[in-house]
């Protein structure tokens, strides 16, 4: 149960060498940036900005277990408990000046996309006034499938917008052939991720979702650096070494299962503890939207105007046909036994098409589908014995139905 | 209720379309010889959309999805979403994938207020009921989108003559009649709003009022309500929320002594505010005329800036005169639970008294929201 990957290793390097940088860049005046997961860092790392991610903070605050702590300091000053428990751990760690990392030093700038949800927005406007942190906000309305024709322009200007925004607060220039080299090694990583996410298709999968889920982390953070790169080739013969060595967290698979939404970050052994019963998460949503469908290879011959395609369609940008359509490719692709949702409260886009995704499974595939209700950040209320149970039930059922 | 016969009625002789927020430029619609409506919320309770929706999507959101799914919209030809808020696009793709209406339409919508969006919005209008006109059978033309523009324009200044009456006291009517009629003017047929708006009271005074309708006959008919037992000095009150249909809750208001002197309400002062510049040459100057208005308008806090929401709170409550804020928020709407952190703020440094609320549609916690108000009433009457 819960077999570690080698990488995981130099993982926990990368994530401490890239806080040790942005702690580094903040003392000595070097302009950072916090970013939402939807805007590309390559475009700051082209300008010499150091790219932040509090999501990504946020999801540390989830896995050691202090939101609900730093929660209580944001409600303290007005935000209510019903908002995003990324957003009220981020919050509240600023205020009380206090978290995983120790005092979080406040960004340069902040820029973030609608592409995702409005809570972003509002979270991001959050920070803005409470220390008058220049702000931008790339508009990115929702589309139905994809960005195109007058959509995609705006997106692009848009995106002018944001690097004018930049050169304008930070006194940086945006370097074109820089940049041109960061896309190239950004869509070098990428192919490795992709061959990654695809890597996982074998029978038995190589890699549970909670691995997966922690490896996210140079994708979101580092794209367009050499140990980005570095890393995914890493984690990527690790992958092929196991399927050659026949070394798998689950051998003997009885179910292979979707799991749709964020993790339960503060609970990712959740998925080594149902490995005892044979249950392997093999693919899901989440990481896909870093995947070649939905955050794929650049064109180097117009980066940007290919960003903003990717930005405008991004995964939580698209409407619920091409929610369908990815799960119904996924579960093809990856002999999916079923379904698992996470209804996670703290995401209300990615959430609240579950049910009618569930009922659209269930009606045209014929797989079986459970729903589970918990909070990708936030702890409180956690009933983690209700959830084993009702996994080890839907793997049942799904035995059951195949004899 | 007198919203669903009378759109039932309406709709034996004109396509109804429906609509969720006050982003929606239902110019269009009057232009296309159609009837735009917005859709309230009631007191039903979620039964039908549970099966569709989780307990954390907004209430508020998820009654509009019980009432279509029990059929209490089907006088609906068609209707339009503009995403808004992250629960109402729930909301939207459960509607589109259940077919609820013949027609379900999305305006690709900008979440910002700043002119670089109007070109992109223009287009994006033009699209969107380019192609309603083609599912519904119907077109607009320059003039008839002229005539809507103007049309439009005159219910809000009617909204405008009513809330400049209200300031000054006369009439002073209970909060549930005078917000009855003020969210009427997103339902009824708008020369019919204007009537009854104009009626409503006699002469409009205070701030001037720009191209006032001459309505002297409608207006000699006026009664005015009085109140004789309303402390109207004393209990003055800006109600602060985004959506709040439920006109029991101004009821209790009512009864407990408050006066609503003004508000800041999704669907009533900024509604009323800002109107759609008239001057246009071409169909497309005055699309991105309307464009322009509906990024500009006073936001509501899914926007980004929203500064000016509170700005206009702030105003509303100097110009009024009034002795303190409510503010209430509808469970779960994320907006609204960061927002608040900053109205508090401000009306701390202001020396504004306010209380914050939270309910549902349905003011489930009806009892509870009574004590707190009837402390805040005492609070700021200085019983």
């Not at chain 1, 990957?5 to 942005?22: G, H, M, P, V």
């Not at chain 1, 990481?287 to 105007?305: C, H, K, L």
Request: charged share 30%; net charge negative; hydrophobic share 40%.
């Amino acid at each position: 149960m819960g077999k570690r990957l080698k990488a995981t290793e130099s993982l926990k390097r990368l994530i401490k060498n890239y806080y040790d940088e942005f702690f580094q860049a903040s003392r000595s005046g070097k302009p950072v940036a916090w970013l939402n997961v939807g805007v590309p860092c390559e475009i700051f790392y082209a300008m010499d900005v150091f790219p932040f991610y509090p999501e990504n903070y946020g999801a540390m605050c989830g896995a050691q277990k202090v939101t609900p702590e730093l929660s209580q300091v944001a409600e303290y000053e007005g935000f209510t408990v019903d908002i995003c428990s990324y957003a009220r751990a981020n919050i509240g760690s600023l205020i009380a000046k206090k978290g995983p990392v120790g005092e979080l030093p406040l960004p340069t700038i902040q820029v973030e996309t609608t592409n995702s949800c409005i809570m972003i927005m509002t979270w991001w406007r959050a920070v803005e006034k409470l220390y008058n942190v220049p702000t931008f906000v790339i508009d990115a309305p929702l589309v139905k499938f994809e960005s195109e024709g007058y959509h995609l322009d705006y997106m692009e200007s848009e995106l002018k917008r944001m690097i004018s925004f930049i050169e304008e607060k930070t006194g940086k220039k945006f370097d074109e052939e820089k940049f041109h080299e960061i896309v190239k090694i950004s869509n070098e990583g990428k192919r490795l991720w992709a061959e990654i996410l695809e890597l996982r298709a074998n029978v038995p999968c190589p890699m549970n979702a909670g691995d997966i889920f922690t490896h996210m982390f140079p994708m979101v953070a580092l794209r367009g650096t050499p140990q980005y790169v570095e890393h995914l080739k890493f984690l990527r013969d690790e992958l092929y070494e196991r399927i050659q060595n026949k070394d798998f967290p689950v051998p003997d698979e009885k179910v292979r299962l979707l799991w749709d939404n964020l993790p339960i970050w503060f609970d990712l052994r959740l998925f080594d503890e149902l490995e005892q019963y044979g249950i392997i998460f093999v693919i899901d949503t989440y990481t896909q939207a870093w995947g070649p469908r939905f955050m794929g290879i650049v064109d180097e011959s117009n980066p940007i105007r290919s960003f903003a395609y990717y930005l405008g369609s991004g995964f939580l940008n698209v409407q619920i046909e091409r929610r369908w359509k990815l799960m119904e490719d996924l579960i093809k692709q990856y002999k999916v036994d079923g379904v698992v949702f996470h209804s996670d409260r703290s995401c209300k886009p990615y959430s609240l098409v579950q049910p009618e995704l569930s009922k659209l499974i269930r009606e045209k595939l014929n797989v079986p589908t459970l729903i589970i209700e918990s909070d990708h950040n936030d702890q409180s209320g956690y009933n983690r014995n209700g959830i084993i149970e009702r996994m080890k039930d839907f793997t049942q059922m799904i035995i059951s139905g195949r004899q | 209720m007198e919203y669903y016969s009378y759109l039932k009625k309406l709709s034996n002789t004109k396509k109804i379309i429906g609509y969720f927020d006050t982003y929606f430029p239902e110019e269009f619609i009057y232009a296309m010889g159609f009837h735009p409506v917005r859709l309230m919320s009631d007191d039903e309770e979620p039964v039908r959309a549970n099966e569709f929706l989780q307990g954390f999507c907004c209430p508020y959101a998820k009654n509009l999805l019980e009432q279509a799914l029990k059929h209490k919209l089907d006088f609906l030809s068609a209707v339009v979403f503009t995403r808004y808020c992250d629960s109402l696009r729930g909301v939207y793709e459960v509607w589109k994938s259940e077919k609820l209406t013949p027609i379900v339409e999305f305006i690709r919508y900008s979440q910002v207020v700043r002119e670089e969006a109007v070109d992109y919005l223009a287009c994006e209008f033009k699209n969107v009921f380019d192609r309603l006109c083609d599912s519904l059978g119907g077109e607009y033309t320059f003039d008839s989108l002229k005539d809507a523009v103007v049309i439009v324009n005159k219910k809000r200044k009617a909204l405008q003559y009513l809330y400049a009456k209200r300031k000054n006291g006369d009439p002073k009517s209970f909060s549930e009649k005078f917000y009855n009629l003020v969210f009427s003017a997103t339902w009824l047929e708008p020369e019919k709003f204007i009537r009854k708006a104009y009626k409503f009271g006699k002469e409009p005074y205070g701030y001037p009022i720009e191209g006032r309708f001459n309505e002297e006959d409608e207006i000699q008919t006026c009664v005015p309500e009085i109140t004789a037992n309303l402390e109207f000095d004393n209990a003055k009150v800006v109600l602060s929320a985004t959506e709040l249909d439920n006109i029991k809750f101004f009821f209790l208001l009512d009864m407990i002594g408050f006066f609503v002197i003004s508000d800041d309400i999704a669907s009533g002062t900024r509604y009323a505010k800002d109107l759609v510049k008239e001057d246009a040459n071409t169909i497309d100057e005055l699309i991105r005329n309307i464009a322009l208005r509906y990024i500009m308008k006073p936001p509501c806090s899914v926007k980004d800036p929203s500064d000016r929401r509170i700005d206009e709170l702030v105003r509303e409550v100097k110009m009024s005169n009034a002795k303190g804020v409510i503010f209430y928020r509808t469970r779960f709407c994320d907006s609204e639970g960061v927002e608040y952190a900053f109205i508090k703020k401000r009306l701390e440094a202001e020396g504004i008294p306010h209380i914050y609320i939270e309910s549902d549609h349905r003011l489930s916690n009806y009892q509870q929201l009574r004590t707190r108000l009837e402390a805040f009433y005492e609070q700021i009457v200085g019983i």
